[in-house]
């Protein structure tokens, strides 16, 4: 819920006393031109940015003060306008990036894959994938990210995005880049979440 929330940059007011609330299994819509504010806001709900005023809360907590890897941990995950993938992973791996809260290992056992490392590894690799099934890219599992088309690039966001497993996914233009029939995939795609 953002009650009465402000945000300005030197003098511009990009935000003005906003206030909506999000229930849960709703799907909410923030409709603008570009420059309106309304990644603005994603980045304040995230802790990317600070509210000039007013208040960030969730499941009953305050949580503007919080820095962005607390958000996530709290069960709010997003995308970005401009498409945010690790380069040099291929898809499956940049999928993974978001259990990593999940991963219950310590370093040293990664780094030397010992222990239950491999068995929770292979876990998480077959969570990914069904999660690039669900968004119809399984077959690009192991090729490298960025060699993927822009559309199929926003679905791996999507996707690594949903393997922080949200209470709350934040979609910053999400159809941007795709024609018009993975738009409509997609669509059908949110409607199931």
Not at 34 to 39: F, L, R, S, Y
Not at 113 to 136: D, N, T
């Amino acid at each position: 819920e953002l009650k009465q929330i402000s945000k300005s940059f030197g003098s511009v007011k990009a935000i003005n006393e906003t206030s909506f609330k999000i229930n849960e299994g709703e799907i909410f819509a923030l409709i603008g031109p570009n420059g309106a504010g309304k990644t603005t806001l994603f980045n304040i709900i995230t802790g990317n940015y600070k509210p000039s005023s007013g208040s960030v809360e969730f499941l009953g907590e305050r949580i503007d003060h919080l820095k962005p890897h607390k958000i996530v941990h709290l069960g709010i995950a997003r995308t970005f306008q401009n498409i945010r993938l690790f380069s040099s992973m291929n898809v499956l791996e940049n999928v993974l990036i978001g259990f990593n809260k999940q991963m219950k290992y310590n370093i040293f056992e990664a780094f030397l894959h010992l222990g239950r490392f491999g068995k929770i590894e292979q876990v998480f690799k077959e969570k990914a994938y069904a999660i690039l099934e669900e968004l119809g890219i399984a077959e690009f599992a192991y090729e490298k990210a960025t060699s993927l088309s822009y559309g199929q690039q926003r679905k791996v966001e999507i996707a690594r995005a949903m393997a922080t497993q949200p209470r709350l996914l934040l979609l910053d233009e999400p159809a941007a880049g795709m024609n018009s029939s993975e738009s409509d995939e997609l669509a059908e795609l949110i409607f199931k979440l």
